[in-house]
C-alpha cells in the first residue's frame, strides 16, 4: 500500500507491506517527505510525487511495481458525505471538490495528489481516507451549533471534527494495550501535535470531539487559537478595524502557543520556562488549563472513563504536560505515576499509577497505518 498525505506544501509518502499476518503486518518499507511544493524547482504536486516516485525506485520498490496493490490518500474534509474509506472515482473526486469550501487550504492540496496518483497508475484501486469520518457517529446533541437551524444547514455550519484517523487509531491502540476489546473501553484521546484535538471514544465509537466546523475550534494549539467567544472576531472587526482574512490569519496563525509566547514548540516553552520567563509560563498554563477543561468536559459526556490516552508530539514527549493537565485529579479516579510518565519511550505505555481507577497512558499515533489498515480491507473486501 502506498500512502499519500498531501499538504498544501508538503507530500508525506509511506510505502507500507500488508501482506501477511503477525507482528510484520504493516511494515515500512519506505516513507519520505517533498517539501517547499510550489517554491523553486517543486513546482506543483505532479513535480512532488515524481520525486518521489524517484526517490521510491532508487530503494528499489518503485510506483510502476507489480506489487503495489492500492493508493490510499488522507483527505481532510468529508463533509457528511463521506463518513467511511471510499473507492476513488470521478463522480468521488468531484464530491470532494465540493467540500472544498469547508477545507479551503487542505482539501484542494488532496485533490492534487489523488488526480496526480491516478493519473500516473490508473489501474491502481485509490481510496479516501477522511479525517473526518471518525467524528460521523457523533450524535446531533454534539455535532450541532445552537444557532438557527435553517442557515446552519444552508451552509453546512456543524461540528464534523478532525484528525480522526489518529483518534481512531489510539483509541483502538489504547484498548490493546489495557487487553481488551473496544468495545468495552470508554477512552478519552488527547491528540497533542502542532494542532490538537480530544475526543470522546465510547467503546470504540466517537461520541464527542473538540474540533469542530474547522480545526480551529477546541484545544489551545501551536499557532491556533481554539475556543474563543465568537463575539470577539465582531469587536476584532468593528472596533478593531480588521478585515475577515486578517482576523482568519490572527487566529489560525498568530495565536495558541505562538501568540501567547512567540514560540508553538513546547521543547522550547519548556526550555524558557525553566529560566523563569513568564510569557512561556502564562502560554503553558493556558495551554494545560484548556485541556483539563476538555478531560472534566469528556469525563462528564462518557460518565464511566476506563482511559486517558495521549498522543502527537506534545503528548508523546511532555511530561510536563500530562503532569499538569491531570494533576489533583484524583477524586475523579485519575493518578498519574511521576516515574512512568518521566520514562521516555517509543511503543504505548501505562503512566498512571496502580492505584487509579482511570487507566493514563502515552500511545504513539500511527495515521500512515491507519490509513493503509482502512485501504486494505476497503480492497480486499
Ligand atoms: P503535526 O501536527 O505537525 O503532525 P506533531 O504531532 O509532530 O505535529 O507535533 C509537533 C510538536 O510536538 C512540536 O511543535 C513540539 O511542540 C512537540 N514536541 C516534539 N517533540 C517534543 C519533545 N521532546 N518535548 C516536547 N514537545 C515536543
Redesign the pocket.
Given at each position: 500500500m502506498l500512502v499519500l498525505n498531501s499538504g498544501s506544501s508538503s507530500l508525506k509518502y509511506q510505502l507500507l507491506d500488508m501482506a501477511g499476518s503477525g507482528p510484520d503486518r504493516g511494515a515500512r518499507l519506505a516513507s519520505g517527505i517533498v517539501e517547499r511544493i510550489g517554491e523553486g524547482p517543486v513546482a506543483d504536486h505532479e513535480a512532488a510525487l515524481k520525486q518521489a516516485a524517484a526517490e521510491l525506485d532508487r530503494q528499489g520498490l518503485g510506483l510502476d511495481s507489480p506489487e503495489l496493490a492500492a493508493v490510499g490518500h488522507r483527505v481532510v474534509h468529508g463533509g457528511t458525505r463521506f463518513t467511511e474509506p471510499t473507492l476513488i472515482d470521478d463522480a468521488v473526486l468531484a464530491e470532494i471538490e465540493k467540500l472544498v469550501p469547508l477545507a479551503p487550504l487542505h482539501n484542494p492540496a488532496n485533490i492534487s495528489g489523488i488526480t496526480v496518483a491516478r493519473g500516473l497508475r490508473p489501474d491502481l484501486p485509490q481510496v479516501a481516507v477522511f479525517d473526518t469520518a471518525f467524528h460521523a457517529t457523533m450524535p446531533e446533541a454534539a455535532a450541532r451549533y445552537a444557532v438557527d437551524t435553517a442557515t446552519a444547514d444552508r451552509f453546512g455550519v456543524r461540528r464534523y471534527g478532525f484528525h480522526g484517523t489518529s483518534h481512531a487509531y489510539v483509541s483502538r491502540a489504547t484498548a490493546r494495550l489495557l487487553g481488551k476489546d473496544p468495545a468495552e473501553v470508554n477512552t478519552i484521546v488527547l491528540h497533542l501535535?502542532?494542532?490538537a484535538s480530544a475526543s470522546a471514544v465510547r467503546g470504540g465509537v466517537c461520541v464527542d470531539t473538540s474540533m469542530g466546523l474547522t480545526p480551529l475550534e477546541g484545544l489551545v494549539m501551536?499557532t491556533r487559537s481554539g475556543d474563543i467567544d465568537p463575539a470577539a472576531i465582531f469587536h476584532l472587526a468593528r472596533v478593531g478595524g480588521m478585515s475577515t482574512d486578517e482576523i482568519d490569519t490572527l487566529l489560525n496563525k498568530r495565536s495558541g502557543l505562538v501568540g501567547l509566547c512567540g514560540d508553538?514548540?513546547?521543547?522550547e516553552i519548556?526550555r524558557r520556562m525553566g529560566e523563569g520567563d513568564p510569557a512561556a509560563q502564562l502560554a503553558f498554563d493556558v495551554y494545560v488549563h484548556r485541556l483539563r477543561k476538555y478531560v472534566g468536559a469528556y469525563t462528564a459526556v462518557l460518565g464511566r472513563v476506563d482511559a486517558i490516552a495521549f498522543t502527537?508530539?506534545?503528548g508523546e514527549?511532555?511530561a510536563a504536560v500530562r503532569e499538569a493537565a491531570l494533576r489533583g485529579l484524583g477524586a475523579l479516579g485519575i493518578e498519574v505515576d511521576a516515574v512512568r510518565n518521566a520514562i521516555r519511550g517509543s511503543s504505548a505505555r501505562l503512566i498512571s499509577a496502580a492505584a487509579s481507577r482511570v487507566a493514563v497512558a502515552v500511545v504513539p499515533t500511527d495515521e500512515e497505518l491507519e490509513i493503509a489498515t482502512q485501504t486494505y480491507a476497503l480492497v480486499n473486501r
Open positions: 501535535g502542532n494542532g501551536g508553538n514548540d513546547m521543547r519548556g502527537a508530539g506534545v514527549n511532555s
